[in-house]
Each structure stands twice: as structure tokens, then as C-alpha cells.
């Protein structure tokens, strides 16, 4: 993988990976920030203290997704960016699992912390595939 085909392969897959992590945060965070009411109703939470949490959440959100935004397009020079992504996307992953666990969290609750499940595999295998192609 150290030819320049390679390396052009990493580059367009980091692209749609991350360029895919970075919408998902950005839409998903924007609508946190802008109309929180709407995941509390979900949650069946109404609390209006709730709503300052999740704009926070939102905002953290934005943030993570302006880094996958940044991998995306440059993943040689962001691409320790990709271990934090992992981190983050785990203990979120974990957080889910533990809502499920304790009967706190069904139904569509749910997909957030699946999807996120799914994004940290993926951004392992790009870091154990970048550190095959060293």
C-alpha cells in the first residue's frame, strides 16, 4: 500500500468515512442545538434544564464533526484526529449501552449509539490499515 495508488485509495475511502462521520455529527448536532425539545419529547423527558444539556451535547457534536470534517479532507495530515474519533465514538457506544442496561434507553434511542458503534469499528480498521501500510 505505499505506492501512490495506495495512498490515493486511503485518501478516497478516509473521504467518504469521514466526510459520512462528519455530516452525521453536524446534522446531528445542529438539530440538538437548534430544537432540543425535539429529542427530549423522544426521550420523554421535559425538563427544561434538559434542554441546555442536550444544546450542549449539540455543540459538542458540531465540534467533533468539524474534526471528521477535517480528516476528511486531509487524512495525511489529521489522521491522529482518528484516535480521539475512536475514543469518543466508543465511550458514547458504551454511555448507549449502559442506558439499554439499566432500562433507561429503547426503541430509537437506540440508533444514535449503534450508528456510533459502527463508525468506531470503521475508525479502527483505518487505523490498523494505516499502520499495516507504514
Not at 486511503?10 to 459520512?20: I, N
Not at 455530516?23 to 427544561?48: F, K, S, Y
Amino acid at each position: 500500500m505505499s505506492t501512490p495508488q495506495g495512498k490515493s485509495y486511503f485518501r478516497g475511502y478516509d473521504a467518504l468515512l469521514f466526510g459520512a462521520a462528519a455530516a452525521w455529527n453536524l446534522v446531528g448536532g445542529a438539530i440538538l442545538l437548534v430544537n432540543p425539545e425535539w429529542q427530549l419529547t423522544r426521550l420523554g423527558i421535559h425538563d427544561q434544564q434538559a434542554v441546555w444539556a442536550v444544546r450542549s451535547l449539540g455543540s459538542s457534536a458540531i465540534a467533533w464533526g468539524l474534526g471528521y470534517l477535517l480528516i476528511a479532507i486531509d487524512s495525511d495530515r489529521f489522521h491522529q484526529f482518528i484516535w480521539l474519533g475512536l475514543i469518543s465514538k466508543t465511550i458514547f457506544a458504551l454511555v448507549t449501552a449502559w442506558g439499554l442496561a439499566e432500562g433507561a434507553l429503547q426503541g430509537s434511542a437506540l440508533v444514535p449509539g449503534a450508528i456510533d458503534l459502527i463508525l468506531a469499528l470503521l475508525f479502527a480498521e483505518r487505523l490498523l490499515a494505516r499502520r499495516r501500510a507504514e
